[in-house]
């Protein structure tokens, strides 16, 4: 599978999807052009400020849906003809036409996630969506091959077509993470909402609190420890949390099941609580939680 352009498709260029209209072409630009796919209108006027952070964004949302709607610009001042049979009183406004009628619009700047909810509902979610889901299943392939690389330029792709994508914010986290670049996986991660209900980015966050509580001592000298006395509790703990933070979460979780089962109370349940943080680390519907749980289970109702 290979990488595709964002802003166009087969058969559209930018040029065919997105116009400099005027009063004289908008029967064809807009009207007749509406009774084969929708097009959005922008009025704007080249003095608006707010314009200047519209028009780039709506253009980008525009060449993201790939030939499932286009756009027409109209400057205002230039062509006040069918912006005043609109009653457009205050710019930017922008309106939608299907079958050579408006069906919906809007006034004044608005987010990316917003404008992308606007084309969704005209277009009913064509365009770009397909090939969103393409990158990021080909993102988690390369994860999971340790091509990095690979996972970097595929979210990467995601982002620059839905800057608000938490699953593609969450996959660069991850490739951040794998490179043991813990500071830029956490300035990428705060990039989606902090009440996020997106399972990977709760991942990411769980591996970085673990990566931040991970004790300083070498695993080498916990091993040690655990070895010359299995019931040192504390040491095998500490040895859980190096090897979380190391990315070892089955071996974390070995650990951590074998407090429990010793002494279910420890340190006020600490083992029991530092595995529910390595389940979601891990990805609640990994193989690693999946069994995790069912050893626990067996372990407290044993």
């Not at 595709?4 to 498709?9: A, C, G, Q, Y």
């Not at 990021?136 to 839905?162: K, R, T, W, Y």
Request: aromatic content about 6%; proline content about 5%; hydrophobic content about 40%.
């Amino acid at each position: 599978m290979t990488l595709l352009d964002p802003t166009l498709t087969p058969g559209h260029s930018g040029d065919d999807l997105i116009k400099e209209g005027t009063d004289a072409s908008f029967m064809t630009d807009v009207i007749e052009a509406s009774k084969h796919q929708p097009v959005i209108v922008d009025f704007w006027a080249t003095w608006c400020g707010p314009c200047r952070t519209l028009g780039p964004a709506l253009e980008k949302g525009v060449r993201a849906a790939k030939g499932a709607v286009k756009m027409v610009k109209i400057d205002v001042d230039a062509n006040p003809a069918y912006a005043g049979q609109l009653r457009v009183q205050s710019i930017p406004t922008v309106y939608a036409f299907v079958d050579g009628q408006p069906v919906d619009g809007f006034q004044g700047a608005i987010p990316d996630s917003q404008i992308k909810a606007f084309i969704d509902k005209l277009t009913g979610g064509q365009g770009g969506s397909t090939e969103t889901a393409q990158l990021l299943e080909l993102g988690e392939e390369s994860l999971g091959l340790n091509d990095f690389g690979g996972a970097a330029q595929a979210f990467a792709h995601v982002l620059s077509i839905e800057p608000e994508n938490e699953k593609a914010i969450a996959g660069m986290a991850r490739v951040y993470l794998a490179g043991g670049d813990h500071e830029q996986a956490l300035q990428t991660i705060a990039m989606a909402p902090q009440d996020s209900k997106e399972p990977t980015v709760q991942s990411v966050r769980a591996q970085l609190a673990l990566a931040a509580k991970a004790p300083s001592g070498a695993s080498a000298e916990l091993e040690a420890r655990v070895a010359a006395d299995p019931n040192d509790h504390q040491a095998r703990f500490d040895l859980a949390e190096a090897q979380s933070a190391a990315g070892d979460f089955q071996g974390a979780v070995d650990n951590l099941l074998h407090i429990i089962k010793a002494d279910r109370e420890w340190n006020e349940q600490a083992a029991r609580k530092q595995l529910l943080v390595i389940f979601e680390a891990a990805g609640v519907s990994s193989d690693v939680a999946k069994d995790g749980r069912r050893r626990l289970s067996s372990i407290l109702f044993s």
